[in-house]
């Protein structure tokens, strides 16, 4: 990005326009999972308009960061972001999930650009990085792999073994991110099955180690700073904790579920809501 666009513009307010942005999508269709949505604005706006390298006009650039959805139902949130980094063109936020939309609501490579991996089944995507990883440093790219991932996908023996072979191949040019927003389809993921305690276990397994608040964007810009700059080579993973339709205080109270209800007066009430906490 340029930087000057960066400056003109806090990440607090993109990680805002991000939120903004689900919410409008979420409304289209009546649903989605915005609250997921809501909770990783944050990382999203720090990925975006802090850490990745990138080219909008250009998707494909190959001296790009590739940053990886591993979580196919996550996608509401990475069009937010992918519209907000422009690009994808504005007018395509209407079509969220419509026929013949680039944007449909699993994530899927072959149909939007910036989607690096098809999604939907999970815990595949920290393999896939894994070997992208590889791949650009047998090229000799200064490219970094980005992995977004779920607290849900640690449950996936996939996962550990890319784990291993992300430390075993000392994969200093890949970043892991978790969001651990404690849930998953079955409830809270610790009381599903816990994964705790979670990072002793990522340290255990090799790699360069954070746990942070991931609603409190000096800290994730702090930590994408650091695995960044990490100077042993070894794969790097940022375990971010975060709230579940983080931002809009009546949705963050409700119940929480894997899928949170929104009624069809709500969408409105979300955004209204949003607008008394817009930030400068
Ligand atoms: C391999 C696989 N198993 C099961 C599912 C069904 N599934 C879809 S989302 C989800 C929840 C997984 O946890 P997480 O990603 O943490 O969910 P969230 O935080 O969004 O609630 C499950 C089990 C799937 N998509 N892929
Ligand atoms: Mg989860």
Not at 1 to 29: C, D, F, H, Y
Not at 75 to 102: C, F, K, Q
Not at 186 to 204: F, I, N
Request: net charge negative; glycine share 10%; with cysteine.
């Amino acid at each position: 990005m340029n930087p000057e666009t960066n400056q003109q513009i806090s990440l607090a307010r993109r990680a805002w326009n991000i939120r903004r942005k689900s919410v409008l999508m979420g409304a289209v269709q009546g649903q989605g999972y915005v609250g997921q949505a809501l909770g990783v604005s944050d990382v999203l706006a720090a990925s975006y308009f802090h850490a990745l390298k990138f080219r909008p006009e250009d998707p494909e650039w190959e001296g790009r960061d590739r940053f990886l959805l591993s979580i196919g139902h996550y996608a509401i949130a990475l069009y937010a972001a992918l519209l907000e980094a422009e690009v994808l063109p504005e007018y395509e936020l209407e079509t969220y999930g419509t026929d013949n939309s680039r944007l449909p609501m699993s994530g899927m490579a072959s149909y939007t650009p910036g989607m690096e991996i098809t999604g939907g089944s999970l815990g595949h995507g920290l393999g896939i990085a894994v070997g992208m990883a590889l791949g650009l440093k047998a090229k000799h790219s200064d490219s970094f792999v980005y992995n977004l991932m779920s607290d849900g996908e640690l449950g996936e023996g996939s996962t550990w073994e890319a784990a291993m072979s992300g430390a075993h191949h000392k994969l200093d040019n890949l970043i892991c991110i978790i969001d651990f927003n404690n849930q998953q389809a079955d409830g809270p993921s610790t009381e599903t099955l816990s994964s705790e305690p979670l990072d002793k276990k990522w340290e255990a397994f090799g790699w360069f180690t954070q746990r942070i608040d991931g609603n409190d964007m000096d800290a994730v810009v702090e930590a994408f700073d650091k695995a960044r700059n990490h100077d042993q080579p070894v794969p790097r993973v940022i375990i971010c904790n975060t709230k579940m339709c983080k931002g809009i205080p009546f949705l963050e109270e409700r119940e929480i579920t894997h899928f949170v209800r929104v009624e069809a007066d709500e969408w409105e009430k979300a955004l209204n809501v949003l607008e008394e906490g817009k930030p400068a």
